[in-house]
């Protein structure tokens, strides 16, 4: 109810305030995120929450939301003929990287990896050179081997039993192997709501949260989760739909960036769940149990909602000093 409020809040607010907000919010994100190393509360082996009395919440979520807002202004304010210029490109992946760094040292590597491809998407929506993607991938290519070396124990673990789901059947391979088999279980109509018994029977670790589709699948059937793919399917339409009927390039580039959160969190989890993709802690947005992810996407559909609203608005670029 207090989401469902702010977002018809958000959407009444103008784009022009979000404008002018875009960094402000990203630097609140970027310390708390920088005090969850100091101040977080750890939980099953990670430190990602934050304690505000008797409520506690995850920066790294609310970061995915000032990261859209602070491309999305910074795209607004470069001109088109620098925006693929070395220190133009320099501006996105600092935003990107900064609190890409604290979030993979908590550690959180799903969330991490999702902030990238979201700020990677938005550079590209933003209009960079398809140059720079490919420099990046050589990069990211040749940087893999040591890569390995940096991952926790327990990541490591989680890479190789997708790879081999048979190497740890009881360990870390066993959440994996339950899932399909709840996945399978529920055919092609399910088994009711609530008499799912790999779910209710807790055979599913966290099926309230990171495996809820799995829950879903088992009680809902295959025709539940197609209809479940089309509600998301519809959904990241319209916020595509928004961001193309947008004048500015900011309100364009904050709808396009909700529209790829969303998707990309679908995809991970579903995928995830399924065994067509390593384990990480990525939630079904909308879906899954858990207050901040609930929040982080309402405040983004809230945000949406407000660049429909100013859709016929043009902001003017203006050169900022340390821009230029």
Not at 96 to 114: H, M, N, R, V
Request: aromatic share 10%.
């Amino acid at each position: 109810l207090f989401g469902f409020a702010v977002v018809l809040v958000m959407a009444a607010v103008p784009l022009r305030v979000w404008l002018a907000l875009a960094f402000p919010i990203y630097g609140v994100g970027l310390m708390c995120v920088l005090a969850v190393l100091s101040h977080g509360t750890e939980a099953l082996g990670a430190q990602r929450w934050l304690n505000l009395g008797p409520l506690s919440f995850q920066p790294s979520e609310i970061m995915k939301v000032g990261l859209i807002l602070a491309l999305a202004r910074l795209y607004q304010v470069l001109p088109p003929d620098k925006l693929s210029r070395p220190l133009s490109v320099l501006y996105s992946v600092l935003l990107i990287g900064l609190p890409l760094a604290l979030i993979l040292k908590q550690p959180d590597l799903g969330t991490a990896t999702l902030l990238a491809a979201i700020g990677i998407s938005l550079m590209f929506l933003g209009g960079t050179r398809l140059a720079w993607f490919a420099g990046g991938a050589v990069a990211f290519l040749a940087f893999l081997p040591f890569a390995w070396n940096l991952l926790h124990e327990y990541q490591k673990k989680r890479i190789i039993v997708f790879l081999d789901p048979d190497v740890d059947p009881l360990g870390k391979g066993y959440q994996i192997f339950q899932s399909k088999i709840a996945l399978g279980s529920g055919g092609y109509m399910g088994k009711g709501l609530l008499q799912g018994t790999q779910s209710q029977l807790d055979f599913v670790p966290e099926k309230q949260t990171d495996f809820i589709f799995t829950m879903f699948a088992e009680e809902m059937g295959f025709v539940g989760c197609i209809i479940l793919l089309l509600l998301y399917m519809a959904l990241i339409w319209s916020l595509l739909a928004i961001a193309l009927r947008s004048r500015s390039v900011f309100g364009r580039l904050v709808a396009a960036g909700v529209a790829v959160a969303l998707f990309m969190h679908v995809f991970v989890n579903i995928a995830m769940v399924m065994g067509v993709a390593p384990v990480v802690g990525v939630p079904l947005p909308l879906v899954s149990y858990g207050g901040s992810s609930l929040l982080s996407t309402l405040f983004g559909l809230g945000l949406a909602m407000s660049a429909h609203g100013s859709r016929h608005v043009i902001f003017e670029r203006k050169n900022i000093g340390w821009l230029v």
